[in-house]
């Protein structure tokens, strides 16, 4: 089993989508890396020499990945959220931050419903 960047690869699938498993390594860029480190795309992992995996690592640590890129990721939120802009404030209230609409729908972002008690009738 080969571990990269702290991410075990499965051994039985191919190399290019094993390496999907890694945050911030998507298909496009697992065929770039497996271009720029000579190795198949085909080639299941299982079957990577020692070799191969070495120079994997080596291709790897050119990008920002995993805990680098989360982190990353987290302080660019952080910022926007201090500087009190628009999206910053979406992200502080959790609602959707780019455009959709919040009257119907948008459950992934603001959680669970809340039901809210009606409106009382006025009495006659």
């Known amino acids: 089993m080969a ?23 998507g298909r496009s860029r697992a065929k770039v890396i497996l271009s720029q480190a000579d190795i198949g795309f085909d080639t299941k992992v299982k079957d990577l020499s020692d070799e191969e995996v070495t120079r994997l690592r ?24 201090d500087i009190g802009c628009y999206r910053g404030i979406r992200h502080r209230k959790g609602l959707p931050l780019r455009g959709q609409r919040t009257r119907t729908n948008a ?3 603001k959680g669970k419903k809340k039901t809210v008690a009606g409106k009382k009738k006025a009495p006659k």
């Open 3 to 25: 571990r990269i960047s702290g991410v075990d690869l499965p051994r039985f699938k191919k190399s290019s989508i094993a390496l999907t498993y890694i945050f911030g390594i």
């Open 58 to 81: 080596a291709v790897i640590s050119e990008y920002t990945v995993e805990g680098e890129l989360r982190s990353e990721t987290q302080m660019n939120i952080k910022r926007l959220m």
């Open 107 to 109: 459950r992934t972002r």
